[in-house]
Nanobody, 127 residues
Framework: QLRLVESGGGLVQPGGSLRLSCAAS????????IGWFRQAPGRAREGVLC????????YSADSVKGRFTISRDNARNTVYLQMNSLKPEDTAVYYC????????????????????WGRGTQVTVSS
């Protein structure tokens, strides 16, 4: 059974950093597209970063460029979201998601393209 579990969320001050983890079980990341999404109260789910597992290429939303990066550890079957220079507007529940095909970058930040989701982890940026 395919499962994604996020961890690493918490409360951080503006300008701080957090690293989120997404541990996968029941499948390997090869030939999957992995995405990180977030949803703040009253707002639509927003694509943050995605990775084409086979090619290792990444794509990020403009709102996080230069601050957030995505990486993976194949041995641990885990994907990470490193978040630096956090802002209050980054406050949201963060989700990882996977789909068993390689999405073009024009689509990989669309939550509608993903089949498997974790339950999310809360990130709060506040002083």
């Amino acid at each position: 059974q395919l499962r994604l579990v996020e961890s690493g969320g918490g409360l951080v001050q503006p300008g701080g950093s957090l690293r989120l983890s997404c541990a996968a079980s029941g499948f390997a990341f090869d030939y999957y597209t992995i995405g990180w999404f977030r949803q703040a109260p009253g707002r639509a789910r927003e694509g943050v970063l995605c990775m084409s597992s086979e090619a290792g290429r990444t794509y990020s939303a403009d709102s996080v460029k230069g601050r957030f990066t995505i990486s993976r550890d194949n041995a641990r079957n885990t994907v990470y979201l490193q978040m630096n220079s956090l802002k209050p507007e980054d406050t949201a529940v963060y989700y990882c998601a996977a789909v068993s095909r390689l999405l073009p970058f024009t689509q990989c930040l669309s939550h509608l393209k993903y089949d498997y989701w974790g339950r999310g982890t809360q990130v709060t940026v506040s002083s």
